[in-house]
C-alpha cells in the first residue's frame, strides 16, 4: 500500500474516448457537428498518421463553415485533463487558407450543462502538411460532472480541409 504514494509511481490514468483513433471505419462515438448552411459533415478518411483511419474536417468554399466533432466523458476530481490529437492541413487552394482548428476541453455540471467556468481550447491554429500532435490541459472545477471533447475546423469562404487522427485524453493526479 505504502508504493502507491511514491512519486515516481503516479502514472497517467487514461480515460479513453471511443473511437479516438477513427480506426472503426465510421465516426462511431463522435457527434458529428455542421453548425453552418451547406456545411459537409465530417467523414471518415483513409490520410491516417498510423493505422487505417482518421476524421476529415471538410470547409464548403465560398460559405462560412463550422464542422466539428464532440465527445462526452467522464472527469475524475484533482485531475488535470490533457486533450490532444494528430492533425494536418490537406488540400487548400491557399498557402495560409481563412481557417483554423480549435481543440477544446469545456467542463459540464448537472444535466450535461455547461459550466461557467472555463475549460481550455487552443484557437487559431492551422496546421502543416505534415501531422501535428497539438494539446490543450487543464483541472476541472470542484463543481464539474463531466466534460466534452471537440475539434473543429471554422472557415471563411476556404476551400480548407483538416484530417484528425488519434485523438486522446489522459488525466494526471494535479501536484498538491
Not at 490514468?13 to 453552418?36: H, I, K, M, Y
Not at 487548400?92 to 472555463?118: C, H, T, V
Request: glycine share 6%.
Amino acid at each position: 500500500m505504502w508504493l502507491a504514494t511514491l512519486p515516481w509511481l503516479a502514472l497517467p490514468v487514461l480515460s479513453p474516448l471511443r473511437n479516438g483513433g477513427f480506426e472503426q471505419g465510421s465516426l462511431e462515438g463522435w457527434l458529428a457537428d455542421c453548425a453552418t448552411e451547406d456545411c459537409t459533415p465530417p467523414s471518415r478518411s483513409s490520410d491516417a498518421r498510423s493505422g487505417g483511419g482518421a476524421a476529415l474536417l471538410d470547409a464548403t468554399a465560398d460559405h462560412w463553415t463550422v464542422v466539428g466533432l464532440q465527445q462526452d466523458v467522464g472527469v475524475l476530481p484533482s485531475c488535470t485533463h490533457r486533450v490532444s490529437a494528430w492533425v494536418k492541413a490537406e488540400r487548400s487552394r491557399e498557402k495560409r487558407p481563412a481557417a483554423e482548428l480549435q481543440l477544446a476541453l469545456d467542463f459540464l455540471g448537472r444535466n450535461d450543462q455547461p459550466l461557467a467556468e472555463p475549460g481550455c481550447r487552443l484557437e487559431r491554429y492551422w496546421p502543416g502538411e505534415d501531422w501535428t500532435q497539438v494539446s490543450v490541459a487543464c483541472a476541472p472545477p470542484a463543481t464539474a460532472m463531466s466534460a466534452r471533447v471537440w475539434v473543429q475546423l471554422l472557415s471563411v469562404r476556404s476551400d480548407a480541409a483538416a484530417p484528425v487522427s488519434y485523438t486522446h485524453l489522459r488525466a494526471h493526479e494535479t501536484d498538491s
